[in-house]
């Protein structure tokens, strides 16, 4: 499965913004699929991800109740809507997909990977 991110831009402190995440190849349905952003001289971390039905969520701690996200299957898109936004925000951002249970945290249990779309917040 191919992903492309897309949706990145520079906002302030305390905006919205919403990421998308089109996929295209294989059954999209068949994968989970997470978000996960590196800022710069730091690792790659999970955001989130959502099953491959999306009735679960996962959501790492930095992000609970500010960033939600939801797919649409019929459109092969997945979306991060990102509320109070903060500087420490700030990332390059990814999705990806896999093809294990229980919408993995780990990056290396993820198989496809989009290119990245830069999300900067000025404070």
């Known amino acids: 499965v191919q992903l492309q991110a897309s949706g990145g831009g520079l906002v302030q402190a305390g905006d919205s913004l919403r990421l998308s995440c089109a996929a295209s190849?294989?059954?999209?349905?068949?994968?989970?699929v997470g978000w996960f952003r590196q800022a710069p001289g730091k690792e790659r971390e999970f955001v989130g991800g959502?099953?491959?039905?999306?009735?679960?969520?996962n959501y790492a701690d930095s992000v609970k109740g500010r960033f939600t996200i939801s797919r649409d299957n019929a459109k092969n898109t997945i979306y991060l809507q990102m509320n109070s936004l903060k500087s420490e925000d700030t990332a390059v951002y990814y999705c990806a997909a896999t093809s294990r249970v229980g919408i993995p945290s780990q990056i290396s249990l993820y198989n496809y990977w989009g290119q990245g779309t830069q999300v900067t917040v000025s404070s």
């Open positions: 959502i099953s491959r039905s999306g009735l679960s969520r």
């Open positions: 190849g294989r059954t999209f349905t068949n994968y989970e």
